[in-house]
């Protein structure tokens, strides 16, 4: 049976992919937490097996936006935020490139989903990787980064189940 629809699938004229073909570019993104980690090495696993570029993505939301939660926020420079956080990424990044994997890294001044969304648009992804971080109770009625991605993403999405 099985070489019947793997037929059907070719006769229909559906590209088939050899596994390196599949995907170009993999977006991942990471706070640094013990799931995001997950996420990412699952991630740069398929990017190893395809020889695939991999995206890390932190997303570096603005200081300000917390600022009517907590009231007032001492001024703060973007550029020393965005240097925290490509200092956070740049030894997994190494660890990573040091398997074969090329990887570039991405730092957005955005809320998460925002910036995993945006770098896979800009780079034209073929897949965004995350964790399923609230995914379960309240967080999924209210609104967690596997679910807005899922719904915003301009392609394929993977949900790494990183409990």
Known sequence: MFRTVWARA????RPLSSGGDMYQDIVVGTDGSEGATAAVEHAAELARL????????????SPVLAAPMYGEMPAFDQDEVVKACLAELEPMAGRLGATGIDVRL?????????????VAEAVNANLIVVGNRGMTGARRLLGSVPNSVAHRAPCSVLI????
Request: hydrophobic residues 35%.
């Open 10 to 13: 070719r006769s229909q004229d």
């Open 50 to 61: 395809t020889g695939s570029t991999l995206h890390l993505v932190q997303g570096c939301g």
């Open 106 to 118: 991405h730092v957005v001044p955005a809320a998460a989903q925002a910036a995993l969304c945006d």
């Open 160 to 163: 790494v189940h990183t409990n």
